[in-house]
């Protein structure tokens, strides 16, 4: 039986997500309130459990990009911009393997806080880490 850290396997992720340049703010949670001057940001968490299925862990990331809207109207080419740099993270990310990621269904979604959200599910396998005496 496997011990999977939900909190270093949302790190992880993260600390991917800002090298790539996605954003450098990456949060496990959407904030009830934000600095006003802040153009984008990203939340990152494990969508709901890791599965241990023996040798491995399998769980999905929710993925959600947030770019502040321009004149109320949603800022399209900062989102764009944003899942570019976010399909071009590697694929295998220290002890994670990350699958093709599924677009939400919802397209574009405005939040009530002057931003746009895009949001992707990131299906993914962990490899536990090894434990050396």
């Known amino acids: 039986m496997n011990n999977f850290d939900p909190t270093a396997i949302e790190n992880t992720l993260g600390d991917a997500i800002r090298t790539a340049g996605v954003s450098a703010t990456v ?3 959407r904030p009830r309130s934000l600095e006003t001057n802040l153009q984008d940001f990203v939340v990152c968490h494990v969508n709901g459990e890791i599965r241990d299925r023996g ?3 399998e769980c999905v990331f929710f993925v959600a ?3 502040r ?19 071009g993270i590697a694929l295998e990310i220290d ?5 093709p990621f599924t677009f939400s269904p ?3 979604i405005p939040d009530k806080n002057g931003y746009h959200i895009r949001i992707f599910y990131i299906n993914a396998f962990v490899k536990p880490e090894i434990k050396t005496a």
């Open 95 to 99: 002890n994670i393997v990350l699958q």
């Open 106 to 108: 919802n397209g574009d």
């Open 69 to 87: 809207d321009i004149k109320n109207i949603k800022n399209g080419k900062k989102l764009s911009v944003m899942q570019k740099k976010l399909k």
């Open 65 to 67: 990009l947030y770019a």
């Open 27 to 29: 949060l496990p949670n």
């Open 55 to 57: 040798a491995i862990g």
